[in-house]
């Protein structure tokens, strides 16, 4: 039994029931993948169509895929009712355009409600997914030309963010973080009265203020995607 798949409302408002079609377009020459409302769709009219679940892009048991991963690792699942309706908009939205913009994102979820999270983390989490952020472009391609990989840029800027945020990056704060006063000031080591002795944990110290690091995340490999069912491809209903 599949149970992936929800039951929210059962009118095509929530999306807790998405799924992805997928079906050879002969005039076009190409297969093209939708996200429908499981709820809504009758079976008598997906005949020669593949339908994917949740339960068949990945699973706990095997390995999660990453649209399912970097939902769960960003802290975009709550109470998880909403989760695989909300993995199955991205997951199609992928599989017709594996570098999306965050608008594309955004477009894709308008079918989905979320009672939990506030959708920030949700957005946060899948922004690692789109081209919107200028970081993001080139993937890997950086590293082989010498730069950095867009992974990486991007953490470092979420950590320059995060540092602002918190007062750490003023010119009046030390390299601990605190804003006590000072005896060296204009030293090579910008260091205050509340430094500890090093290796020791400063307890003034700010807490990190990211949730998820980009590094947490397997790539997104869009060659890895199980393949269209062939006999659905040859066949002529
Ligand atoms: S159950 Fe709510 S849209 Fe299908
Ligand atoms: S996580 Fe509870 S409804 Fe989305």
């Known amino acids: 039994r599949l149970t992936g798949s929800k039951l929210g409302c059962g009118e ?18 190409r297969i093209e993948h939708y996200s429908v409302n499981a709820c809504l769709t009758p079976v008598c009219a997906v005949h020669g169509m593949a339908v994917t679940t949740v339960e068949g892009i990945g699973s706990t048991k095997t390995r999660l895929h990453p649209v399912q991963e970097r939902i769960a690792k960003a802290h975009g699942s709550q109470c998880g ?24 994102l955004e477009n894709t979820f308008q079918g989905n409600l979320c009672r939990c999270t506030g959708y920030r983390p949700i957005l946060e989490g899948y922004r690692s ?15 082989e030309t010498g730069g950095k990989c867009c992974m990486q840029a991007s953490e470092d800027a979420q ?60 790539p997104y490999d869009p060659t890895q995607e199980p393949i269209f069912p062939a006999e659905l491809q040859l066949s002529d209903d």
């Open 12 to 29: 095509g408002g929530c999306g807790a029931c998405t799924v992805m079609l997928s079906r050879y377009d002969r005039t076009k020459d």
């Open 81 to 104: 009712f909403c989760t695989p309706g909300i993995v199955m908009s991205m997951y199609a939205l992928l599989r017709s355009n594996p570098r999306p913009a965050m608008f594309d």
């Open 129 to 143: 997914f789109t081209t919107t952020d200028t970081q993001l472009s080139g993937c890997c391609v950086a590293t």
């Open 159 to 218: 950590q320059t963010d995060a540092d602002d945020e918190l007062g750490l990056q003023t010119p009046n704060s030390c390299e601990n973080g605190c804003d006590g006063p000072r005896t060296n000031v204009g030293s090579a080591v910008n260091k205050c009265d509340t430094d500890v002795a090093e290796g020791q944990a400063n307890p003034r110290k700010q807490p990190d203020a990211r949730l998820f690091s980009m590094s947490d995340f397997k």
